[in-house]
């Protein structure tokens, strides 16, 4: 970016530019943290395609946290199983609606489409008084001492405005990532992707997530609402030949579809084609400019994950740019961003771009493991895998629930505590408290002594305790005081006795100061 001399223009806190998902749920938590905000998008409106598609557990539970949830559940399909398949043949199904029993209130995957999720995020917003600037598009963006200076091109002429921080939520070929002269490192896939949002889908369980190999493609189906006269809906992706990259039309998807697999439908809403990309931005932050979304990392679509990753850099950036805005917290504090943020997005490209190789692959050992493994291992995993430890841990990587961000608080005495870094465990009755959004420290089956030791260390902070009577399935430790952030993960853990010196100790900066006045 270039340096601007200061001027006149709208002033804010925070200028978001990109009002998908990203951009909307950081302009919702910003507005609820009392923070100035601009949104401004070039589209006239919200998506009306519907694009992303799942939204996982720990999306859920955010939603819960802003207070939407309900808008959320009144509108999603939950996917009862997943189906592989080998050609016309479906193998047996995968339960999926108690994937994360015990470990979240929202167990199992939900599917509601992006532009459905956008409407339900921009009626909040404008709800609470923030209304989207829409066809408006950033056309430079110039740093300036506190800050930086946008100059915005709308349909009525050109204005500024001054942001002491701008977020680029603007997607995969980001405006703002181009301004700031950030690479985007990486690959894109060969192949073209056709996918058809279709309705009157025969040859596939409704409510399923289908997986179906072929001897030259694949194709995966997701759920989806039932149209107005209530016809299933599902979306139908498939992979188009090398040599037929060119003529992929919606008459080749619907022909492969049902000469592959068996699988017709009546109708379409959508039908579109792409190629996967598996990329980085190789820093989320420069200077007062942050990245997130899809203008951070775009990568494959196998797992559902992109949509809810940006919701949570979303989630995960608000706070701290709401508490350096507000003076709470040193702007040091916002280097944690990319340290927490990019090595989820990191680990999430290698490990989709690996299943997606493998799902694409047409070796013939890969061929012969998709054909027959799943006859095999699929029956007894759906009898064993759910009754094993492995399997709440894959229920928390699928729910984007186990994501881990190195914190320097670790340790409580000699022993490393295995909840520090990550989302506090839900014990049944512990997330209530969280949508106070606020820093607060949480304490679990303590005795009295330690209990009182808890009530004294949280006077002494200056933040809200809160007890509960049982730690419930979860790792958290009797006895033991842990200190909680805005959004939800373990910053610290500490015997009562010694927990406010060392909470400052490890997480000083981070705990906003209390203001005067």
Request: some cysteine.
């Amino acid at each position: 970016m270039q340096q601007a001399e200061p001027h006149d223009g709208d002033r804010v806190d925070v200028l978001v530019v990109g009002a998908g998902p990203t951009g909307l749920m950081l302009a919702n938590w910003l507005v609820k943290l009392g923070t100035s905000v601009t949104l401004i998008d070039g589209k006239a409106g919200p998506t009306r395609e519907s694009r992303a598609l799942g939204v996982h557990s720990r999306s859920m539970e955010i939603y819960d946290q802003l207070g939407v949830v309900d808008r959320v559940l009144a509108q999603v399909v939950h996917a009862e199983s997943m189906r592989q398949g080998f050609g016309r043949t479906a193998f047996a199904p995968i339960p999926l609606t108690g994937l994360g029993r015990g470990l979240t209130p929202y167990p199992g995957i939900y599917m509601l489409e992006q532009s459905a999720n956008e409407r339900i995020l921009a009626d909040n917003l404008q709800e609470v008084g923030l209304p989207v600037r829409w066809r408006q598009r950033l056309s430079s963006l110039t740093e300036e001492a506190g800050g930086v200076v946008a100059a915005i091109d709308g349909p009525t002429g050109s204005s500024t405005v001054r942001a002491r921080f701008a977020v680029g939520c603007d997607g995969a070929s980001s405006t703002v990532r181009s301004l700031c002269g950030t690479a985007f490192e990486g690959t894109t896939s060969r192949q073209t992707f056709y996918l058809v949002d279709a309705v009157g889908v025969r040859g596939l369980a409704p409510a399923s997530v289908n997986i179906r190999q072929g001897a030259t493609g694949f194709l995966l189906a997701f759920p989806m609402r039932p149209d107005a006269s209530g016809r299933n809906g599902q979306r139908l992706i498939g992979i188009a030949g090398d040599d037929d990259a060119a003529a992929v039309t919606e008459d080749y998807a619907r022909h492969r579809f049902a000469e592959s697999f068996g699988v017709t439908y009546e109708d379409s809403r959508w039908f579109s084609t792409y190629r996967v990309h598996h990329r980085i931005a190789a820093h989320f932050r420069t200077g007062p400019v942050f990245l997130a979304g899809d203008a951070a990392h775009v990568h494959s679509p196998v797992g559902a994950q992109g949509m809810n990753t940006g919701l949570q850099d979303a989630h995960n950036l608000a706070f701290k740019l709401a508490d350096v805005a507000a003076g709470r917290v040193p702007e040091a504090v916002l280097d944690r961003y990319e340290s927490e943020r990019r090595p989820v997005a990191l680990r999430l490209l290698k490990t989709t771009d690996a299943l997606f190789r493998g799902i694409t692959s047409r070796s013939a050992a890969a061929m012969l493991v998709r054909r027959y493994v799943p006859r095999v291992v699929l029956p007894v995993g759906v009898a064993v895998l759910p009754h094993l430890p492995i399997g709440r841990r894959l229920a928390g990587y699928l729910g984007q629930l186990r994501i881990h961000y190195r914190m320097e608080g670790a340790s409580s005495g000699r022993h490393r505590d295995a909840v520090v870094g990550r989302r506090l465990p839900w014990t049944g009755e512990n997330f209530d408290v969280l949508r106070a959004a606020t820093w607060q420290v949480h304490l679990y089956a303590a005795e009295r002594e330690a209990a009182l030791q808890a009530e004294a260390a949280a006077l002494d902070l200056g933040l809200p305790l809160h007890t509960f009577a049982t730690t419930g399935s979860s790792p958290l430790r009797p006895g033991i005081l842990y200190l909680v952030r805005p959004d939800g993960f373990v910053a610290a853990a500490s015997p009562p006795a010694r927990a406010a010196g060392s909470f400052r100790s490890t997480c000083g900066d981070q705990i906003p100061r209390p203001q005067e006045g």
